[in-house]
């Protein structure tokens, strides 16, 4: 994907770096991510454009706008990702007129005034850090919850790690943050009033400027400017005090941490405050600005110093919860549900079943397509200019991928595993160069399924052997997925008949083509949650059903919508099909 994350700031802050960790993380999954702010400090991977969001009169906004759209148009944006005001609210209007996607990360508490009421200019969802910011946005705000979601603000937690105790001889108090704002504010009430900066050894680091007031505390604390190299800072420290990321890399590194921030002091971090801790942003947000009573910060400060270490819970648990990996796949299912839905776009998976040459073959079901049309459907989907992805495809790259910008991909799915699907679909598969993902029944040697149906019987056909399914295999473009043994009817079977139809589908598949499935085909579409539980338990990484399932593929990886092929399917029919919103016309036509 190309995505563009917009920052306004005029000196280092958490939003951008957590802008940049995150478009870094993304960039070594394969996205192209670009940059727009009016600085950028922290090591970035990709193209920056500089803009003056803090310039914020009325004819600079327009400008803004304006140079936005040039460079959505430009660089072919598919989503833009804002993370301050001043640039969400030049994003938004951009992405209106541009009709692409945007989400904004919502960092701290919100402006609250009757015009940024009616007008929240925050894209098509809001991802607050922590949950006093959703509260405060659905409160003061009142922006509806269906548009917030809790993106927690990402951190490479490799970078950080427990290390030995220090051996300090003045215990050691770092406090981490700037000194301008809100943050300068609290910085110099600790130095000025809480801390006694002839008993500890207390170092600031910031990457901002020292204004004139700190002046006074020169001779009795070290100011430590900015440093790329923070863990080695904190493993040095026998207190942090610090809230948001600080308080996380801290914890992360094992050092007891005193999470005090723009809004309120949580105090030493333990298992029994973790929660009430992130869900503030580790100090940061709170109901109101400001609610710390420094009176007894002396204290409290005092205690937290008899701490050596934090418990090796609490670092798990932002291991978890924080992680930048974690973070960007949420991100990246949130990315995908915007795209798909709001575009009404998604890469079309279509089913074929089995091929004919004469008219004598034509079956009774409807689940035949003559050989002409095949190659018809075919050079339309060249013309069209499609590229064919298999479910391997996808194991390798993620989901997303299907999404690629500049890129319009299909994947052809066949069931059941008919003799011609070797004769006539693998020749022409190789002519046009496309693949397909064949789904095979094992345990039989034809149609039965459909031959001994009581009410409507089919004509037998032929199965292929395995000699030909290793064929197809080995061709290179056909992915083998399993089909069950038999094709029943799987939600009337127990848990245990169900397990014995995919499991050794699998196995003897696998057998013989000597490496593991990656996706299965329930028989019919039919399932029930015993199905889904068998096929993760087995190790399929997706499954296909036909007419169920999510409108958009990513939502669940094990009831994979399709859309189904017909005898009667012809090209203008399949063009219909596989312009990318079929599914959503067709859903919205039945509701």
């Not at 959505?72 to 301050?84: D, R």
């Not at 947000?285 to 937290?304: M, R």
């Not at 006539?424 to 693949?435: A, I, Q, R, T, V």
């Not at 919508?561 to 063009?575: C, S």
């Amino acid at each position: 994907m190309n995505i563009l994350m917009a920052l306004s700031q005029l000196e280092v802050t958490g939003a951008e770096v957590y802008a940049t960790t995150l478009g870094n993380k993304l960039t070594s999954r394969g996205h192209n991510v670009f940059y727009v702010s009016d600085t950028l400090t922290k090591p970035f991977e990709g193209k920056y454009f500089r803009l003056r969001f803090n310039k914020r009169s009325i004819p600079r906004r327009f400008w803004h706008v304006a140079y936005l759209i040039y460079l959505i148009k430009k660089h072919n944006i598919q989503l833009v990702h804002a993370h301050s005001r001043a640039s969400s609210w030049s994003s938004h209007i951009a992405c209106k007129l541009t009709n692409t996607p945007m989400v904004t990360t919502v960092h701290g508490r919100q402006p609250v005034h009757a015009s940024r009421k009616k007008f929240h200019a925050m894209g098509d969802k809001a991802l607050p850090v922590c949950e006093a910011i959703e509260q405060q946005l659905i409160n003061d705000l009142d922006v509806p919850s269906s548009q917030l979601t809790v993106s927690r603000n990402g951190i490479e937690t490799d970078a950080y790690f427990p290390s030995e105790l220090p051996n300090n001889d003045k215990p050691i108090i770092t406090i981490v943050g700037r000194l301008t704002g809100p943050k300068g504010d609290l910085c110099y009430r600790l130095l000025n009033e809480c801390l006694d900066l002839n008993k500890y050894d207390v170092r600031i680091l910031t990457g901002s400027q020292k204004e004139d007031r700190f002046e006074k505390f020169t001779n009795k604390a070290s100011f430590l400017g900015y440093t790329n190299d923070v863990a080695s800072v904190l493993h040095q420290s026998d207190l942090v005090i610090g809230a948001g990321r600080v308080a996380m890399e801290s914890l992360l590194c094992g050092r007891p941490t005193f999470a005090i921030g723009e809004a309120t002091c949580v105090g030493v971090i333990d298992e029994s405050n973790l929660t009430h801790a992130m869900s503030t942003n580790f100090g940061d947000i709170g109901p109101k600005d400001l609610d710390i009573d420094f009176q007894t910060l002396h204290q409290q400060i005092e205690t937290a110093l008899t701490r050596r270490s934090c418990s090796e819970k609490v670092t798990e648990a932002i291991k978890q919860n924080y992680d930048i990996d974690t973070v960007a796949s949420h991100l990246e299912d949130i990315y995908q549900d915007l795209i798909v839905h709001k575009l009404k776009r998604e890469m079309p998976i279509i089913m074929y079943h089995r091929f004919i040459r004469e008219d004598s073959e034509k079956g009774v079901h409807g689940t035949y397509l003559h050989v002409d049309m095949l190659e018809k459907h075919l050079k339309l989907l060249q013309r069209m200019g499609f590229e064919t992805l298999t479910f391997k495809d996808l194991e390798d790259k993620g989901l997303i991928y299907r999404l690629q910008a500049n890129k319009r991909y299909i994947m052809l799915t066949v069931d059941d595993g008919y003799q011609d699907n070797y004769e006539l679909m693998l020749p022409l598969l190789k002519k046009y160069g496309f693949k397909a993902v064949v789904y095979v029944v094992t345990g039989e040697t034809f149609n039965r399924w459909d031959v001994e149906s009581p009410e409507n019987p089919e004509k037998a056909v032929p199965l292929m052997q395995e000699a030909q399914i290793k064929a197809l295999h080995n061709s290179g473009c056909v992915e083998i997925g399993g089909h069950t043994l038999t094709h029943p009817f799987l939600s009337k079977l127990t848990y245990q008949e169900q397990y014995q139809e995919i499991s050794e589908n699998k196995e003897r598949l696998e057998t013989l083509l000597g490496e593991s499935l990656t996706s299965f085909a329930y028989p019919y579409g039919d399932l029930n949650d015993d199905s889904k539980k068998i096929v993760q338990e087995l190790g399929y990484q997706f499954a296909v059903a036909t007419n169920s399932g999510p409108l958009a593929t990513h939502r669940d990886k094990f009831q994979i919508r399709r859309i189904a092929i017909f005898p009667k399917t012809d090209v203008l029919g399949l063009w219909r099909k596989v312009r990318g919103n079929y599914v959503f016309r067709k859903a919205r036509k039945h509701q």
